[in-house]
């Protein structure tokens, strides 16, 4: 009976050692923005609550999960800034949306509440320069009237690491002023005229809390869980916009993402009134032919959770969904792009 019982205790270990090596075959990987790390953290949990299935990501940048997804080192990359499609064909590779948020710029300042301060991209693009150096300039104060605006200099805080929050960042600064597009340019990282780095959206969150007079651009649910003071933003329409859900949606839906190839769009300025002109989407890269046909088809199928299942989620960290005819859109892109 004893020789029984070890058998039979030996034989469910062995059966466990086998289950669990075959959900780790099943596990998937991927790298790339801190802009939708929060987001992709809170889909894996749930899809590991539903599935069992685990999905490993390390926010490490935009520009870092490009190369990693480009060696073919991680199963999925995550990058706010589209790759265009000739970069794509050179690695035999695909790009789609997965969800939209937007960037925030963020300030240190005493009795300045959120969404009350105001800012134009070319006052931005001056501060960013170093053209606007003290936070009582009459540029800041004139469209701010009535703000308690210190006479202290402006700390300026950005990025280090190549990211995709700042291309969105200057590609905005770009588009709204042109010393800025021809002097610094866009890119995920630039040469930056002034201001001290942090690495990822917490590290320019981190630097901005603990500078008095600090400036900085962050995710926009980074500026919410940190409770940090984000600003008004004017678009377009010359109308000062709030981040928030809505605005954001309003940006998307200005989007013919019929009509780019491989859906590589940037949603800065998007038309619309209503539109916050710092909207941003987060695009997964995969390969079209993956050599791990197994990981790949396991990433690939959460994606497809998260798309069609991950909707509440999104809106409680004030991301925004993808639209349903753009999801559709989407699965029909991967069946005639990626073979698995």
């Avoid at 870092?64 to 589209?82: H, L, M, N, Q, Y």
């Avoid at 917490?202 to 984000?230: F, Q, W």
């Amino acid at each position: 009976m004893a020789v029984r019982r070890l058998c039979a205790v030996a034989a469910a270990a062995l059966l466990a050692i086998s289950f669990a090596d075959a959900a780790q075959a099943q596990d998937a990987q991927g790298a790339g923005s801190t802009f939708v790390a929060p987001m992709i953290a809170k889909w894996a949990d749930s899809y590991a609550k539903n599935t069992g299935v685990k999905i490993g990501y390390d926010s490490v940048g935009s520009g870092a999960g490009i190369e990693r997804i480009e060696s073919g080192s991680v199963d999925f990359g995550a990058t706010d800034k589209p790759l265009p499609p000739s970069e794509l064909a050179k690695y035999g590779l695909c790009q789609f949306p997965i969800v939209v948020g937007a960037v925030v710029p963020v300030v240190n300042l005493p009795g300045i509440a959120p969404g009350q301060i105001k800012f134009t991209g070319r006052i931005l693009a001056d501060i960013y320069q170093g053209k606007i150096k003290r936070w009582d300039d009459p540029a800041i104060r004139d469209l701010n009237e009535g703000l308690p605006l210190p006479s202290v200099p402006i700390n300026v805080v950005h990025r280090t690491d190549g990211s995709g929050t700042t291309y969105n960042w200057v590609d905005f600064l770009a588009k709204s002023s042109t010393d800025w597009r021809n002097k610094i340019g866009v890119g995920l990282t630039v040469n930056w005229p002034v201001g001290v780095g942090g690495k990822g959206n917490d590290g320019v969150a981190s630097a901005v809390l603990h500078t008095p007079g600090a400036i900085g651009y962050v995710e926009y649910s980074t500026a919410l869980k940190n409770r940090m003071a984000y600003a008004q933003v004017q678009n377009t329409f010359k109308l000062f916009i709030l981040p928030n859900p809505d605005t954001f949606q309003a940006a998307a839906a200005t989007v013919d993402w019929r009509s780019a190839p491989d859906f590589s769009v940037m949603m800065t300025n998007a038309g619309g009134a209503a539109s916050y002109p710092i909207a941003a989407t987060t695009f997964a890269i995969m390969y079209k032919a993956p050599k791990d046909r197994g990981r790949a088809a396991v990433a690939l199928k959460f994606l497809k959770w998260a798309l069609e299942h991950g909707d509440g989620d999104a809106t409680d960290l004030k991301y925004v969904p993808l639209p349903s005819n753009l999801v559709f859109q989407i699965e029909i892109y991967w069946k005639s792009h990626i073979s698995l």
